[in-house]
Nanobody, 121 residues
Framework: QVQLVESGGALVQAGGSLRLSCAAS????????MAWYRQGPGKQRELVAT???????NYAGSVKGRFTISRDNGKRMVYLQMNSLKPEDTAVYYC???????????????WGQGTQVTVSS
C-alpha cells in the first residue's frame, strides 16, 4: 500500500507565508513526478506546481514567483513554500505522486487526502 499525507495547512492573513509538506510511504520502488494541486470553493481542482525526479519544476501562472516546489528524494517528501498569499489562494491543497511500487510495475498516480489553506483578507 502507498500513502501520501499532507500537512502544514492553516489560516493565514493575506501577504503571509505557509509551507506545505507531503510524505509518501509504503511499498515504493521509485517516484517520478510529484505535484501540488488545489481545489477552491466551488472550483475545479487545478494544477499548482510540478517537480520531476531530477528537480525540474513547472508552475501555474497564478502562483509563479510566489510559490516554490521542492522535494527530498531520500525522504520521499515534496514541499510547497507559499509566499505573498492572497485570498484567492484559499483552497484544499493536494499532493500527487506518480510512482512505481516495484521495479516491474507501471507508473501509477497516488493522491493525498488534502490540507486546507485559508487566506483571510
Amino acid at each position: 500500500q502507498v500513502q501520501l499525507v499532507e500537512s502544514g495547512g492553516a489560516l493565514v492573513q493575506a501577504g503571509g507565508s505557509l509551507r506545505l509538506s507531503c510524505a509518501a510511504s509504503g511499498t515504493i520502488f521509485s517516484i517520478s513526478t510529484m505535484a501540488w494541486y488545489r481545489q477552491g470553493p466551488g472550483k475545479q481542482r487545478e494544477l499548482v506546481a510540478t517537480i520531476t525526479s531530477g528537480g525540474y519544476t513547472n508552475y501555474a501562472g497564478s502562483v509563479k514567483g510566489r510559490f516554490t516546489i521542492s522535494r527530498d528524494n531520500g525522504k520521499r517528501m515534496v514541499y510547497l513554500q507559499m509566499n505573498s498569499l492572497k485570498p484567492e489562494d484559499t483552497a484544499v491543497y493536494y499532493c500527487k505522486a506518480d510512482l512505481r511500487q516495484y521495479s516491474t510495475s507501471r507508473l501509477v498516480s497516488y493522491w493525498g487526502q488534502g490540507t486546507q489553506v485559508t487566506v483571510s483578507s
